[in-house]
Nanobody, 127 residues
Framework: QVQFVESGGGLVQPGGSLRLSCSASGFTLDNYAIGWFRQAPGKERERVSCISASTSDSTTYYEDVGKGRFTISRDNAKNTVYLQMNSLKPDDTAVYYC??????????????????WGQGTQVTVSS
């Protein structure tokens, strides 16, 4: 059985923090590059961060929108990738997805390069 699930979303006030989790069963995440994407209503899905496979030393990447506020990390023992989001703003409101890329490194951000996707978790930033 293969399962790939995001969790940790919710409602938070501006300036607050959330920690999203991307957990897997049936396959091992450390063999894949894992990207975090988000999609707000009426907007294009965009990548916010990526962590390379552990065999590539788990190098991290951040798009400008989250740089300095978001941190991606990997816990191989738990087969989980995290996205820590601090100083959240209303514009961060979106459904957040994790995705796994079998062959492509994080240096490539296109959504077509990711093979497996979770179902998404809603993040709402509002007072």
């Amino acid at each position: 059985q293969v399962q790939f699930v995001e969790s940790g979303g919710g409602l938070v006030q501006p300036g607050g923090s959330l920690r999203l989790s991307c957990s897997a069963s049936g396959f091992t995440l450390d063999n894949y590059a894992i990207g975090w994407f988000r999609q707000a209503p009426g907007k294009e899905r965009e990548r916010v961060s990526c962590i390379s496979a552990s065999t590539s030393d788990s190098t991290t990447y951040y798009e400008d929108v989250g740089k300095g506020r978001f941190t991606i990390s990997r816990d191989n023992a738990k087969n989980t990738v995290y996205l820590q989001m601090n100083s959240l703003k209303p514009d961060d409101t979106a459904v957040y997805y994790c995705a796994a890329s079998v062959l492509s490194p994080c240096v490539f951000a296109g959504i077509g390069l990711y093979d497996y996707w979770g179902q998404g978790t809603q993040v709402t930033v509002s007072s």
